[in-house]
């Protein structure tokens, strides 16, 4: 083989692995956020959907003719909440930290999959608004960049979630905490290392770090602070 043909095929080797590689960084750069945006907006319309064939209140049980009548009859009870549904959407985020257009669905489990479509609730953490620990991941960078901004969390910062017939308000407590993906205390019920002293209704918040790695996490940490029905305005009318 001549020394110009061994060139020519070694640029041409050069040429194509160049091509591939800028192929590859379009697709993580641009193609992935194109994706996502698709996906979280698809999710959003489907909990739209949903909560607007859903908020009449449910019917109270009737008692059965063969029951004994009673002078004080006991109140029913309240019906068990429905159980989150693995990759499925059941809540909407709002930082306004982030923009005032920033809104992302929040899905049960945080499986790859369901991190391409939002922001995914670790599953087995607490409820949203309920006591315990109630933890969020998303990506940093790449399917939408959701949490890009992670690092301007401060102090004070509001986070706004609804399930379609609360608003629930969780303040930011302190600036983002780093540490190893292996430090999973960050989302016990009562986090370690998050200042909180007791029992409480919290929020994590957790991304990768640094910025396009993920050898480090980012954590937040919030308390719950208000609660307000959806009657009561959309959250632009009530956040400050």
Request: glycine share 10%; hydrophobic share 40%.
């Amino acid at each position: 083989m001549s020394v110009r043909l061994i060139v020519r095929t070694f640029s041409e080797l050069c040429i194509t692995v160049g091509a591939l590689i800028v192929l590859f960084v379009v697709y993580v750069l641009f193609w992935t956020g194109v994706r996502a945006t698709d996906e979280a907006a698809g999710q959003l319309d489907t909990l739209r959907g949903r909560w607007a064939r859903g908020t009449a209140a449910p019917a109270p049980p009737v008692p059965s003719a063969s029951a004994a009548p009673s002078a004080h009859p006991s109140p029913a009870p309240p019906p068990a909440p429905t159980a989150y549904r693995d990759g499925k959407p059941f809540a909407m985020l709002y930082i306004p930290r982030f923009g005032k257009d920033w809104e992302w669905p929040v899905l049960e489990n945080t499986e790859v999959r369901t991190l391409q479509k939002g922001i995914g609730h670790y599953a087995g953490t607490a409820r949203l608004g309920a006591r315990g620990n109630f933890a969020l991941a998303g990506h940093r960078r790449t399917y939408g960049d959701p949490f890009k901004d992670f690092p301007k969390l401060r102090p004070g910062d509001e986070v706004l979630l609804t399930d379609g017939t609360t608003w629930f308000t969780y303040r930011i407590d302190r600036k983002p905490y780093r540490t190893v993906p292996t430090d999973v205390g960050v989302i016990d019920p009562v986090p370690r290392k998050s200042g909180f002293d007791g029992p409480g209704r919290y929020l994590t918040l957790t991304t990768c770090e640094p910025e396009w790695g993920s050898s480090h996490r980012l954590i937040a940490w919030a308390h719950l602070d208000a609660t307000r029905p959806v009657t009561d305005g959309e959250r632009a009318a009530f956040h400050s």
